[in-house]
Structure formats: C-alpha cells, structure tokens
C-alpha cells in the first residue's frame, strides 16, 4: 500500500478497516519528510519575496530584511503552537475544512474548501516556478525558458500521477533530508567561514541597487511601511504547508497526537532555522536582490539590462560559500528544484482527496466521492493541472507574481481554522467539569485565540498590501467554487427530498410487461435481442421497425418470413421519415391501453473496443434511448453484441477479475 | 414542402412517395433561380480573377481582359453542352458523384465526393468573402473589417439553417431575377450609353496601373504566357455551380430532362452574357484593377497606399454607368450581395445531403444517412460552416486567395463525371442495335469526349498555375477526406460481415433469466427498479449492493429489513472500494454456474432536464454499465426515474406525440 494511498485515507477522515493497516503507520522519521515537503520547500522562494519586496525601496531597506524574517518566524511558532492543538483535539486528522465545518458550520467549512482548492492549483504553480527558477540558475540555457520549462514539469507530474505512480515513504524520504542536510550544512558551512573570516561576499554585492519608482525619489515612512508589510505578507509563503501534519495525525504511530505534536515542533524548528540563517547569511554576504534586476541593479553605474539572470538567493549563497566546491552549487541547486516538485506532487494527492471529501457532503458531482476511483482521481489531477498551466502561462512563470495570489487562501483557512478551535474548546468546556482538564483546555483556548488573533492579523495585512496586485484573483477564484459548490449542493438536496422513500411507500409492482424489439436490419446483433427478450417471457412480445423506407421495410418483412422467426414483426408508419416519435407513440399507446403495465424497450447495441468507433455505431440507439426514458413506465434494456474488437477490452476485465488484488491501470470502476 | 427538402430529395435520388410530390415539381422559371444562383454568382468575382491576374503584367496586359473571358465563356458552353448529356442520361438526377461510381467504381466515385465536400466549403467561403467586398464597397465603414463580417454571415446562414428555415422557390427566384435583371439591365444601359457616347470612364481610370516584380521589368512571353492561363484559370471559376440542375432533374415538370436540358442552355446563356458584358464593359470604360492596389495602383506617379479601397469591377461599372442614379449603384450592389450568400445558402443545402449519400454508401457515419433527421443535418451544417469560417479567418476574407483553392475540386468533378459519361455511352453502345439510337449515343458520347478533354485539360492548367498559390491545400484537404472515408468503409464493411446471419442460423433461445437490480440507496429509483424486475418475473431476482462502506451497507441492510421488501438484499464485498469489479464478478459467476442462461441488469437512473444536470448524476452508472456491456450473455436495463426537471421535456414529447404532422425544433428522431 503506497503513502499516496494512506494520505488520502487519512484525509477522509475515516477508520482504516482494512488489514494492511499496520504497515501504514509511520514513525516520525518518515512521516517528517512526507508532510513536510511543503512547508519546507517554502524556504526555496520566501526569502527571495522579503528581498525582492524590499528592494524597491532601494539598497538600505533591505538591511530590514532580517527584521521581517524575525516577525515571519514568530508567526510560524504561533501557527506551530496552535495546530499542535489541532492535533490534540482532531487525533482523527480533521483538516481546516472538517474543524470549520464541525465548529463553524457548512458556510464556514466551504469557504475553507474553496480557499484549499485554489491553494492546490497556486501550490503547484508557485512551487513548480520556482522550481523551474532554481533549474534556469543551474542550467544557463534554460533561463528565459523557465514558463515552457515549469509546464512540461507540470506535466510530468501529470502523467506520472495519472499512470498511478505513487511515492514511497522512502521516496519521500530521501530527497526531503537530502533538502534539509544541504540547505543546513551550507548554512553551518557558510557560519563557519564566517567565523574564520573566510567568508566571500555574494557575486552580486559588486552590484549596486537602485531603488524603484516613488521610493527613487525618497517616499515617505507610511510608503516605507506599507512595504514592509507587503515584505512580511510575502514572507508568510514560507508558512503554506504547515497544517499538512494535523491533517494526517492517524498516519502516525502510537501514542498519534504526541508524535504528531512532536513532529510539527520539528518541522516548525526546522522551517526557522532555514530561513532565518538564509535570511542572515544573505544579509552577510551582501547579497542583492531586486524585483526587476534589469533595471535596479547597476554595474558601475550601468543597469545590468535583461540579458542579467538573477540567480534565487539560495543558489548565490551556494555560489559564495561553496566557491571552491561547484558541486556543492549543484548539489543545493538539485535539492531545492527536487523539493519543489515534490512540494507541488503533495498538491496533486491533496486536491482530489479534498474533492472526494467535498463529494461526500454533495457539494462537488457525487461521483468524484469514491476512494477506490481512479477516475474520479483522474478527473481532480487533469483539472488540478489545467488551471496550475493557465496561471504558470498566465504568469510566465514569475514566482514573484504568483505569490501575490497564494498567501491568502492559507491564511484565510489558518484564520477559519483558528476561530473554529476556539469554538471547539469553549463548547467544550460547558460540559467539562474535571479542573485538570478544563486548566488544559482554558490554556489550548488561549493557544488558539493567539494563533486566531495572528493569522487574522497577518490575513487583514495580506489583504491590505496584495489585494491589487493579484490577491482579488484568488478571491474571485474562491467566491465562484464557493458558490458553484453551494449551487450544487442546493439541487443535491432537491433531488435527495424528491427521491426520498416515504415511511408507508412500498414496491406496487406493475401487472404486466410488454416487449418490444427494434429492429432495423436482420443480423446477429438483432437475432440475439430477440432471442433474450423470449427468453424473458413477457406477456406481449413484438419486433418493432420504422417504415422509413417501403422498399427496405419489405426486404426485411421478406426475410423475417423467410426465416420463420417466431416473433411477430410490427411495421410503423412513417410518413415524416422519422423514427423516435413513431416508437414514442407506439410505447405511449401500449401504455395508454393498459396503464397499469409496463414497456420494456430491448435495443441491440454493438459494443466496439475503440473509442472512435462510437462515432460509427449506436449513436441513433443511444439517442433513442434518451427519449424513451423520459416516458414514464418504460424500461430500456441494452443488448449488446460483442464485435471482435471489443474482446482485447472484454479480455482484460476478464484478468482484473481473475486478479482482484491488482489494479488494472485505468481501470473506471466507481461507487454509484 | 420546401424547396430545400426538394433539393435534398432530388439528390437523394430516390423516388418521392408522399402524397406531396405534385406540388413540388418545377416549372422552368422557378427551376433556373432555385439550381442558378450558385453559378450566377460567381460572375460577381471570376470577372475581377481575371484582371486582377492580368494586372500583374501592368496596364497593357488588361486589354487581353476579353480574349480571356472569350475562352472562358466557350469553356463554358463545353461544359453545358457535356451537362445536357447527363441530364438526358441520368434524368433520375444522379449528380457527378453518381455518374462517377456507377461508370468507374467506387474510386472515382469517391474521389468526386472528397472534390465536391472540399468545394461546398469553398462555396461557403469564397461567396460569403466576396459578398463581404460588395458590402464594404456599398459601405465604407465595413471597408477593412470584411472578414469580421463575412464570419457574422456564415453564423447568420448557419443559425438560419439550423433553426430549419429553408427557401421557398419565391425565396429563391426573387433575388435571382432581380440580380440577372440588374446586371443585364446595367450592362444594357452601359451599351446604350456607349452608343450614344455618353458613357464616362470608370473613376479608376484616371489611375496608373504598374506590374508587379519580375513583370515590372518585362518578363519574357513564357511568363506572361503562364500569366494568362493564370488569368484563364482564375476566370474558370464562372463555371462553378453549373452541375446543380443536372442533380436536379426530377425537381422539373416533365417532360424532365428536356426541360432541364433547357433551363441549362437558358443558365449558360445567361451566365455567358453576364461574363462578357461585365469585361466588355469594363475594357470600355478602362477599369483599373489591381492584384495589388496598394503599391500598383498610382495617382499622379505616387501608389494610392493601404488607405485606397478598391471596388469590386462590378461596383465601378455600376458607380460610372449610374453616375447620375446612385440608387442604381446600391441596387447593383445589393443583388450582388444577396445572391452571393444565396449561393454560399446552396451548400448548405448540398454538403449534409452529399453526405448523406455517402452515409448510405457506407462512407460516412451511418447516422447522417437518414434523410428525415435534423441532427444529422446539423452536424453537417456545422461542419461546413466551421471549415468555411477557418477559411474566412485563414485567408482573411481575400477572394482573390480562397480562388486558387476552389477551381480544382469543380474541375476534378467535372473531368471525372465526363468520363464517366463517355463509358456510360460507350457501355449503352455494347448493347444497343437500334441505328438512331445509336447515331444519337455516338454524337452524346463525342459531346461528353470534347468536354473530358476540355475540361481535362482547364484541370492541367488549373493543377499548373495554382497548385503552389493553394490548390495544393485543397488537394491535400481531399486526400484526407477520401482516406476517411475509405477507412470508414472498410470498417463498415468488416463489422458487417461479422454480424451478418448464416443462412442456417435460428434464434437459440436462453434457458433462463437471472436479474439483478443494482442498488446504492434505497430511494425511489431503486424501487421502481426493484417493481419492474419483479414484475418481469425472472427465474432468479437479487438486489446486489456492493460493500464499500460498511457503515452504510449496514444502514442500507437495516432498513431493507425494517421495510420487508420482497426481494433479498446480497452484499457484494469489495476489499479494494471498487464497484465495478465485484459486479462483473458476480455476474460472471451467475453465467459460469449456468452458461446457457442470461442475466439482466437493472440499474435505476435518474432522468434529468438540464444538460448540466448529467454530470451530477448517473456518471458511475453510465461507466458500469459500459463495462457490463462487454460481458457476454448480459443484458442491461435502464429503469428511469423521472426527477421533475425533466417533466418539460417529456411534455415536449407529448405534443409532438400528438401533433405528428409538426417537427419539433431540437428533434432528434433518426433512422437506425
């Protein structure tokens, strides 16, 4: 059983009933890489927005850029502390949307889906850009390409998640610590040299940086601190991905909560460390960083112009630090680009888990629900992709431009979730009565109400500094899937209290069936249909044929007689040349005759093996068919005649029966 | 009964049987404008081809403007001399197509048909595009956006087509008569006016003509030779459209083929007098017409520039002959329109019902044979206008462009059917004795011989000077075409040797029915369902439920207890949340204990009015049943549950139920 498989078991949220249940529970080792890709890959561009936002106020701003990591940092820590309550009081695995809907109520709870759904697609969009950001700074020639570059990606991950290649916890695993070993040595590398004063500056700090727009001419301190805002905001990116663990406490070995716990404290560490020591080292050697390098980074005076390729900060701290030791460069390079990706491949397992989840409460196509459905994965992966290509090419790949998007629906959801904990636990504390506990409760309250009162905060300055730049995408973005989503639910509810049974209501069987074959030629697929249909013994039987065309209609009654076939042949009259309403009528007079029976259609149907076949068979059967079901009291039966190239098909059912414990690859089984 | 149907009818090539035949046999008069538009119109550009490839060669080259229409013009009566032989020899209306396959086989046959689909988009395109250039030569604010305009007129004609409004013949015959009455009366006024030497110059005239590249500084007499057979095979494009009335001879009131044979002596008499009035006309009055107009164009030794508009020559002898009648202008210009998009209107009429010939022949999808269905009509319909409009855009609107496409498939169709005819004659002369009859076949099949090579040869010509200016693109869209449908017939033809029944073979009846009714919840659908199987009265009857969710196969098996329904609930275990799998398990081993018997299953399905409404619903058992289809020995019914979305459609039903003799818009009816 793979890790992809166990994460969505988790996020549905249910008991694991099956007995390979054991062998998914992972210890914290594992299950640190495997949650915390994201969060971690964030330290790939989060330093880079702080820069690159302060930067437009020119070379002295961006000595405040520490000062932002800092704020950044201590907001992780609040957001740690408080999805560690998360995962006490949800050991099940909730998710913000099962914490808002549980606490808050369904409008709540969609508005944290409709936010998650959008952050999927920017998820893989941030993270696949800066990926393909870190590839063009390994890889020269790939600079200026990195859109087609990040696409391509995207695809790849695509057909690898549609052919069902999962990652292995040791998949997993391995290029996460990987990540984590080369980023923490080449900052311990870099301190080291620092002490020694071996340390060289970074190649752009020969650069000079000019400051951007209003700021060039000196703005004012409310301009200034608007900017550190929008710096701050921008840093947060470092937070996306954190919530992943209290999603998936019920993967974790026993005792769960603890580990969990322990485990996002890691992660919350970690993710600290990281940033802050690129953040310093960064600030150590100089490093410039600027939104539009052409124009604010001067050589001698000149502005380097658009042939200048601005490598992300992690690549010119490596640079620097390993400038005797290239491979180390690559090393770093490789790592980032690595985690990046799996960054976005944790965004194509999440979206269609929540899109199930969402099915389940009827607010996405019911069919989507099922876990065992590859298609319905299918379907979550190709739309997850589609939009995540849109905004890639939309945004030519610039991670800075997507950023704007990206940070408000976490926060949007932190803020959700945070309100709802808050909740939880003073509904939980009006039926606790044990001191001890209500102590521990009062005090995760707290926790909570600080994590509420800091996301909201950090939400109102997202808003505040992104809103123009591109956060309203991903507003308008959440506000349409919110009210799709609730429109859907609205006619699942219609149709669910129109199909309702009522308590009296029992089965009032019809008295009698009639039979009608159609026919339009004499061949095998219409002998079969007639042969089952006997064998049904109905109480009426007849082959039915549309008089479309006298001479055709009496070749066939001629050799309906000439074969003596023992059913009777029924000719309707045409005169417009048409066939639907001529059977409607005929079905409709049977019924008029006696209401209380009822019409069963057969319809011999080809059944052909490839899909551009379907064009040439069966269309004016299926459209038949449409019309008869919209008359009350009739049944369409499909037989279907198996033509020879149908049997490669029929064939492999025929091995995934035999099989039952593999998979056959695109395989559509589903719930109904 | 429409004129459109009558067309369709004719083409057919069947015998009417309705009761309406009578009123829809036409009397000459209305005939010429119901089958001349086509081949009227393209006097409103062939005039144009030619001096605007004249032109190339500078201002000299015009005055060989009217060597060339003479040839045209004898081309011309070639051709309708060779067409009065089909229509004597085919008076059921055969069509090139026809005379193709019957006298060469199914090659040629299919060859004329990819020749003649490629030129109904051609039709389309070049008549809408140049009915574009006389709009905007009426009014010059369209001047610039023809292909906008153009695109808006085949959406106009596809919306018109497809809602079902056809012609009647006065539709037709009004426009087409005031369009031959006011070229010829122009024309006549324009001769009267020379007489009494009262005709102005056209305004152009006072403009420089320059040649364009090689010719500018004289070319040799090969290249000016090629030039005018370039010239000449643009001008061809006079004889499109005159092969319409010998498709069309039953439509005529008898004695039909003298009749028709008439009316196209009439037609090319006409089409002849209009040709070489509007060159004569044109030399007279030194129009100056230009490939070019921009830089060969020169006012006062300096080009006239992109802002220059040039009128079509029909436009300018109009502004100079009613230089003191400007309403006579707009009417020129206005009948020229009208008839324009009256001839683009007849392929929209010729591509469905050619397709349905080739449906028939098992060329095309089955489907667009039957002759009563819209749908299949408007497929076709939207076919054609999608091709027409990537013409329009591709080639934005130019004529002079989308002519070197168009001449090849008319002279492919022409060279082809002629030779036919020859072995037509050549065949009847085997058999026949009688000496008249035979002197009268020799002199046809001379007749049909002089216009094989004829147009044979204008096919070489044509092939020459146009296959690297675009009739390659065409000929190539034919090739694709005839492989098509080629393939499509090979596969018809195996799938048809599959199912065809052996003399010997009977009906071999099934022992015995096992039904299942597929259950999710219990809910109406289901017990509809589980009514009309028991009402069927199958040897076996089982409600299967497969066990995905324990929970709620529990709560399912609970209240199917509670409820006592009659028929035992089996729960299908399902260890990989598949639905699918267990189901055709299931029913694989029903067939495998008892390999002689059938079993059905009965699957609830909710009805819906709303096309979006499909993807809520249904999905999953759409795909079962899909894969059920495959499993030999398996029938499957569908048992509808009208939701109350779907009640106006079913209502709809109802009245054409009650109403036959109406077609409902929308309607789907087909032939199977």
Redesign the interface.
């Known amino acids: 059983m793979t890790l992809g498989n166990v994460g969505k078991r988790i996020l549905v949220g249910r008991k694991l ?2 007995t390979q249940l054991g062998e998914t529970l992972l210890p914290k080792r594992i299950a640190l890489p495997v949650f915390a890709s994201d969060a971690l890959s964030s330290v790939a561009y989060a330093p880079d927005e702080i820069f690159l936002t302060l930067s437009i106020a020119g070379l002295a701003a961006l000595a405040i850029s520490w000062k932002v990591a800092i704020v950044v940092a201590v907001v992780l820590i609040v957001v740690v502390l408080s999805y560690r309550q998360n995962v006490h009081a949800y050991p099940s695995g909730g998710g913000d949307y099962e914490v808002a809907n549980t606490n808050l109520g369904a409008t709540a709870g969609l508005t944290v889906a409709s936010a998650l759904l959008v952050d999927y697609v920017l998820t893989v969009a941030v993270s696949i850009s800066s990926a393909a950001q870190y590839a063009a700074s390994a890889i020269p020639a790939l600079a200026g390409h990195q859109a087609e570059a990040a696409v391509i990606a995207v695809l790849f991950l695509t057909t690898m998640n549609l052919r069902g290649v999962r990652e292995s916890g040791t998949a997993f695993a391995i290029p996460t610590y990987v990540f984590m070993f080369t980023i923490l040595g080449m900052a311990a590398w870099g301190f080291g040299r620092m002490l020694f004063g071996h340390l060289p500056d970074a190649s752009s700090s020969t650069l000079d940086l000019h400051a951007e727009g209003k700021f060039a001419a000196g703005a004012g301190t409310l301009a200034m601190g608007f900017l550190v805002l929008r710096a701050f905001s921008s840093g947060c990116a470092a937070l996306t991905g954190v919530e992943a663990i209290s999603n998936g406490v019920p993967a974790f070995k026993k005792p769960k909560s603890r580990n969990a716990a322990t485990t996002l404290a890691l992660l919350g560490t970690i993710s600290i460390t990281m940033v802050l020591s690129v953040v310093s080292l960064a600030n150590v050697m100089h490093v410039r960083f600027a939104e539009d390098p052409a124009t604010q980074l001067l050589r001698d005076g000149v502005p380097v112009g658009d042939s200048f390729h601005q490598d992300p900060i992690i690549g010119q701290l490596a640079k620097g630090i390993f400038d005797h030791f290239s491979p180390g460069f690559y090393l770093v390079a490789a790592s980032t680009g690595v985690i990046l990706v799996l960054a976005a491949n944790t965004a194509f397992n999440g979206f269609p888990v929540l899109g199930s989840i969402l099915a389940r409460d009827g607010y996405l ?3 989507l629900h ?4 590859r ?1 319905a994965f299918s379907n979550g992966i190709i739309i997850l992709a589609g939009f995540a290509i849109v905004l890639i090419v939309s945004f030519n790949a610039e991670v800075t431009r997507l950023i704007q998007l990206y940070i408000v629906g976490v926060f949007v959801s932190f803020t959700i979730s945070q309100t709802g904990m808050v909740r939880h636990w003073t509904r939980h504390l009006r039926t606790e009565s044990d001191p001890a506990r209500r102590r521990h409760m009062v005090r995760s309250r707290v926790i909570n109400a600080v994590g509420l009162t800091c996301t909201g905060l950090v939400l109102v300055v997202v808003l505040l500094t992104k809103f123009l730049l591109g956060a309203y995408i991903a507003i308008i973005a959440m506000a349409v899937l919110f009210l799709l989503m609730k429109g ?1 639910h609205r ?2 509810a219609t ?2 209290r ?4 009522d308590e009296a ?9 009639h039979s009608i074959v ?1 026919v ?1 030629k ?4 219409t ?1 079969r249909a ?3 249909a ?5 109480y009426t039987l007849a082959a039915v044929t ?1 008089d ?1 065309d ?1 001479d055709e209609s009496d070749a066939l009654q001629a050799e309906w007689d000439r ?1 003596d ?2 059913v009777p042949l029924k000719r309707l009259a ?8 001529p059977i ?2 005929y079905v ?1 007079d049977i019924r008029r005759q006696s209401p209380r029976d ?1 019409v ?1 259609v ?1 319809i011999p ?3 052909v093996g490839h899909w551009w ?1 379907h ?3 069966n ?3 299926l ?5 008869l ?4 009291g ?11 190239s ?1 049997q490669a ?2 064939e492999g ?2 091995r ?2 035999l099989v ?2 593999q ?1 056959r690859r695109g ?6």
Chains 1, 2 share one sequence.
């Not at 459209?623 to 019309?627: F, M, Q, S």
């Not at 079901?629 to 009350?632: A, C, K, N, R």
């Not at 009739?634 to 020879?644: A, E």
């Open positions: 009933r099956s196509p019911r069919q099922t876990r065992g459905d298609l859907i006619h699942y149709v669910g129109e199909m309702a049974v209501e029992r089965l009032t069987l019809p008295s009698r069936v159609l339009s004499l061949h095998r697929p002998l007639l042969a089952f006997k064998a049904a013994r109905p549309v479309v006298a074969r076939i023992p045409s005169p417009y040349r048409e066939i639907t309403r409607l009528q409709r009822v069963m057969y149907e080809y059944v076949e064009f040439l068979h269309q004016s059967a459209r038949l068919k449409g019309r079901l919209f008359t009350p009739v049944m369409v039966t499909s037989v279907p005649y198996q033509l020879l149908s098909v029929a059912d025929e995934d029966a039952p414990g998979v395989e559509t089984s589903e719930r109904r």
